[in-house]
């Protein structure tokens, strides 16, 4: 029987979506345009978590990227998935 790896204390993910409209509550963020968003998380082995998240968007006084930044805490209690989290947009 083969011997399992031990869990590793990081894990990393990266995502890359192309979408055809940004929008955010019925609001269209890229002028109606497509989008490019990326996103790159490190997570803990207790539950903790950081993500970047980022986004093209229209012309906004010359700022044409949103940089989302998250921090958290994720875990199941019970029956319950739990996450608590907070998100600084840039």
Do not use: C, M
């Amino acid at each position: 029987a083969e011997a399992e790896e031990p869990a590793k204390p990081f894990t990393f993910e990266l995502d890359l979506a192309g979408v055809s409209d940004y929008r955010f509550r019925g609001i269209s963020l890229s002028n109606k345009n497509p989008a490019f968003q990326p996103g790159f998380t490190v997570s803990h082995q207790s539950g903790l978590y950081a993500s970047v998240w980022g986004s093209n968007v229209a012309e906004n006084d010359g700022d044409d990227i949103e940089v989302d930044l998250i921090g958290g805490f994720a875990s199941t209690l019970g029956t319950f998935d739990v996450d608590v989290n907070a998100t600084y947009y840039v």
